[in-house]
């Protein structure tokens, strides 16, 4: 079982909808992030949680609010989204301090589709 | 200055060929410079990492070749198996305790049998 637990794996919902998507590390890391994926661009870093306090929002429109209510929960709540937010989330996690390179362990993703 | 340009986009090699991908980058503040390898339906997973003070690292059949003055680096995979077909990202960060990545485009590699 992979260290980063992603559910759901797939979400199709309506733009008016109100979705969560959820993330679980089991490796005992201090830093959670949400990035995106979208076809032919690079990952797009969404939020840093550390110690569950955010560090990092980078610039991410408001239909996206994040929650973490403890170094293990991640979660992305999702409301009023709009079809070109379609695009593969992914939660990730690190042990803040690792040295020069915090090394990023990946969950599976949420391949979510806004219709 | 942010970027990190990656190329090429996909890449078909011959089982037992070479497997080249290159990454370029602005900012001289970075200094550690990951790849990662991401299959279908998973995750991306670090692959090998260097940083700026070695010209080159290997692990296995996998090197980087790290070229500051020219801000570039690479990703060889030699003699490249069918199950190395997969989506390379290559990335810079800076400094400890930083969480920004900057990752490249992504190139999916398809290795024939």
């Known amino acids: 079982e992979t260290g980063v637990t992603q559910t759901p794996r797939h979400l199709v919902m309506g733009m008016t909808n109100k979705k969560s998507l959820k993330c679980e590390q089991h490796l005992g890391h201090n830093a959670m992030y949400w990035y995106k994926q979208s076809a032919k661009k690079p990952l797009e870093l969404m939020f840093v949680?550390?110690?569950?306090?955010?560090?990092e929002n980078n610039s991410v429109p408001s239909r996206f609010s994040p929650e973490c209510p403890n170094s293990s929960h991640l979660f992305l709540h999702l409301h009023t989204l709009q079809p070109e937010d379609s695009a593969l989330y992914l939660c990730?996690?690190?042990?803040?301090?690792?040295?020069?390179?915090?090394?990023?362990?990946f969950g599976s993703g949420t391949q979510l589709s806004v219709l | 200055q942010q970027q990190v340009k990656q190329s090429p986009q996909s890449l078909i090699v011959q089982k037992g060929g070479i497997s080249i991908i290159n990454c370029a980058y602005e900012n001289t503040a970075f200094d550690y410079f990951p790849w990662y390898q991401q299959f279908p339906g998973k995750g991306p997973a670090l692959l090998i990492a260097?940083?700026?003070?070695?010209s080159e690292k290997k692990e296995g059949r996998f090197t980087i070749s790290f070229n500051k003055s020219a801000k570039q680096f690479s990703l060889h995979i030699m003699d490249s198996q069918p199950g190395d077909s997969a989506t390379y990202f290559c990335a810079a960060s800076r400094g400890q305790g930083t969480y920004k990545y900057i990752f490249g485009t992504g190139t999916r590699l398809k290795v024939l049998a």
């Open positions: 990730a996690s690190s042990q803040e301090w690792a040295g020069l390179g915090e090394k990023l362990f």
């Open positions: 949680y550390n110690f569950k306090e955010q560090t």
């Open positions: 260097i940083r700026p003070d070695v």
